[in-house]
């Protein structure tokens, strides 16, 4: 039966592609030159040795996804990210379809030369960037979504694994299609979210018919996606310093909410479910950003998965991602509330709140990433601000404080979370009396 479904899923993104080869069309040259780098390493791969996989595996995927993401971005070229997307899936749901054995090499190669000739098309024509990088990042999820749907007990393939992601990405291609032709203005973010609701009550269904376990965690971290996307739509609406920094706190939280839900594959997941919503939304550019973020951390899952050298590094502390992307982020946050006292509350509580959840090690990162946020500041040219003196405030109350909130972090976790929550009020209170006092300031 899954089976059946992987080739309904390949019908169905081959149906969508097609409908993007229709006239009318942006006259745009084929972008041929696209594909020099897949043929190039097809060239390469030949001797099927070194980092190749036996009998060209990675080679010939690779091979595959430069064919496919150069007809992908011509469709790009043409401002049409929905059959862009059709095709860019078409090779990874062939190699599903067809192999008895998970073709994994295949699947990781195809996936490489469809990015490859993405990078090429856009560098050529930056204009279709944001196109591209959400096809590439939708892509991405699949080949993510089916290689970590594999590591399962016993390491056996779980066809229903695969055929739940593929199916509702197949679905919301064609209803992204299908809402393409109408014109809706201002209605088509409800309209795309319902339509997207909907296809997740049908999506579930291969999953809960399948061996693998109940289908609510994955569920939720595709609701999770569409929660998300609606706010960042929303904070996109006033492009402000602070509405940006909580865009990118609720993508962390986010990442972090799918990550406890169904670890690697429930990121995956998210992302799959984001993508979707902006080509059903045509929120492309919004999302953006969102999407490259949570596509690296389905790949970061992946690697700790693959190798076991890595797997200390990231399978399941998580202090290490969340340190540093606070850290980058504290300064930026504290700066762009606009209240002395509120920002003063947030320096104080966000630290100590993640120390108390995760250990010194948290604190540790957390300083690690107030040093990258620097620099990544600077080398963005970024306006003057507080938020280099925060940032040093913050790393010296942590040199300080950090061993006295080190022992907090051996309790037990309804005890932490407790202390959290109590962390979490009063930063509330000095937050709010904070605003209070700035809006009577003339």
Sequence with gaps: MERGLLVIALVLSLVVGGVGLMPPRKPVAFPWQSALPA???????????????????????????????????????????????????????????????????????????????FCVIGWRSPGATPALTLVG?????????????????????????????????????????????VKVSASRVLIGAVGYAL???????????????????????????????????????????LRRVL???????????????????????????????????????????????????????LVALRFDDARGFGLHEQYLLLGLLLGGLLPTLAAALGSLL?????????????????GPRAGLTLVLGLLAGQLWSAALERTKSLAPLFALGVGTLLAQLLGHLAPLA??????????????GLAWLIAAGIGYLIERKRP
């Excluded at 090779?91 to 699947?107: A, C, T």
């Excluded at 999820?141 to 779980?158: E, Y």
């Excluded at 509350?345 to 995760?358: D, E, I």
Aim: hydrophobic share 60%.
């Design 39 to 117: 043929l190039l390493a097809f060239v390469l791969s030949l001797p099927s040795s070194g980092i190749f996989a036996p009998g060209q595996a990675l080679g010939l995927g690779v091979l595959l996804g430069g064919v496919f993401g150069a007809l992908a971005g011509w469709l790009a070229l043409q401002e049409r990210p929905t059959a862009a997307a059709g095709l860019a899936l078409a090779p990874l749901l062939l190699l599903l379809s067809l192999h008895s054995m998970f073709p994994r090499e295949n699947l990781l190669g195809a996936t490489l030369g469809l990015l490859a000739a």
């Design 137 to 181: 990042a939708l892509t991405v999820g699949v080949a993510t979504a089916s290689c970590l749907g594999t590591f399962r007990p016993a390491g056996t393939l779980k066809t229903g694994w695969l055929s739940f992601p593929l199916v509702l990405t197949a679905g919301a291609l064609v209803l992204a299609t299908v809402l393409g032709q």
């Design 199 to 241: 296809l997740l009550a049908l999506a579930v269904r291969p999953l809960a018919l399948s061996t693998v376990g109940a289908p609510a965690p994955h569920l939720g971290s595709l609701g999770i996606a569409l929660v998300l996307g609606l706010m960042l739509v929303w904070l996109a609406q006033a492009d402000t310093a």
């Design 247 to 301: 865009g990118v706190l609720l993508t962390l939280a986010a990442l972090s909410g799918a990550n406890h839900l169904g670890q690697g594959y429930g990121i995956a997941l998210l992302l799959i479910g984001l993508a979707a919503l902006a080509l059903l939304t045509e929120t492309v550019d919004t999302l953006l950003a969102a999407l490259t973020a949570v596509a690296l951390a389905a790949l970061w899952r």
């Design 342 to 358: 509120g920002a003063g509350a947030t320096l104080l509580a966000l630290p100590a709140a993640l120390t108390v959840l995760y």
């Design 410 to 423: 051996d309790k037990t976790r309804l005890v932490r979370l407790e202390i959290v929550g109590g962390i």
